[in-house]
């Protein structure tokens, strides 16, 4: 299963010869993780399988943020021939991403994967966890060297002071990890991803913020009302949007169905023994 389908108690009641739950992916919370181990049904993810096509997309919005893709690619059909010299001039203001601070909030295998693509663009990166302390993030590069960096993680307080863009890569929960208090605290002009779960950032706060110039740009590939976004997030100017779609590559597929399968077999090997 992936993340659109649920398995609930009564899936799992009405499937009796059920031996094991398998999501491709990282998250588990459309399962009814508890109460089917609690049923002596084995639960299992692939959490390395997604973590660099989750990492590419999250800089895939970030490129698109810092030069204004969002919108050129809006706008140049309509105005291109007509206003070519007005739109250049519209969108000369774009940033670079080396030198500035990258704040990730969540440091599993996505964030370190995202580390790892920023330290390479020669980035600063400060990341924030409540159950890591501290991780070596290995860069590796084509020619088979590589360099390692320790980064140690700070607290989310000082993640919104210093971040000139802040990625969030943390499971769902209950309440926001970013809303309105939590925009006031960033730096004005950062530009915020989430490629994680939708529901962790307040949505009219973000609208609000992105609308003042606190924040100058967001990237979305989940929400809070998915599989119907809010209108507003659609059609903000200033939002770049993608469909879910952080894992959805074709390498990523691969590993997947590779990672579960050998998870399936180290386990039925392990109960016949």
Do not use: W
Not at 181 to 187: H, I, R, S, V, Y
Not at 216 to 230: C, H, K, M, N, S
Request: net charge negative; glycine share 10%.
């Amino acid at each position: 299963m992936r993340s659109a389908t649920k398995v609930k108690k009564d899936i799992i009641n009405a499937c009796p010869g059920l031996k094991i739950i398998g999501r491709g992916g990282v998250g588990m919370d459309n399962i009814d993780v508890e109460y089917a181990r609690e049923k002596g049904i084995h639960v299992i993810s692939t959490p390395a399988s997604s973590s660099d096509s989750v990492a590419e997309l999250v800089f895939a919005h970030l490129f698109t943020g810092a030069r204004f893709l969002y919108d050129s690619n809006r706008i140049m059909p309509l105005e291109g021939d007509t206003n070519f010299e007005g739109l250049k001039k519209a969108y000369a203001s774009g940033t670079e991403l080396r030198g500035k601070t990258l704040g990730i909030i969540g440091f599993g295998k996505i964030g370190r994967s995202v580390a790892r693509i920023a330290l390479g663009l020669g980035m600063r990166v400060i990341a924030s966890d409540k159950f890591v302390g501290n991780a070596e993030i290995r860069v590796d590069f084509y020619n088979g060297q590589f360099i390692n960096v320790e980064i140690v993680t700070e607290p989310i307080e000082d993640i919104f002071k210093h971040a000139d863009f802040i990625t969030l890569h943390v499971p769902a929960q209950d309440g926001y990890v970013i809303g309105s208090e939590e925009l006031k605290a960033m730096k004005d002009g950062v530009g915020i991803i989430n490629a994680s779960r939708g529901g962790v950032i307040d949505e009219v706060a973000l609208i609000e913020a992105l609308d003042s110039g606190k924040v100058a740009f967001a990237g979305l590939d989940v929400f809070e009302e998915e599989p119907t976004p809010a209108i507003q997030v659609l059609m903000h100017p200033k939002v770049s949007l993608t469909p879910h779609i952080g894992a959805a590559t074709l390498e990523a597929q691969d590993r997947i169905g590779t990672e579960l399968a050998e998870q399936i077999i180290s386990l039925l090997k392990t109960e016949n023994n």
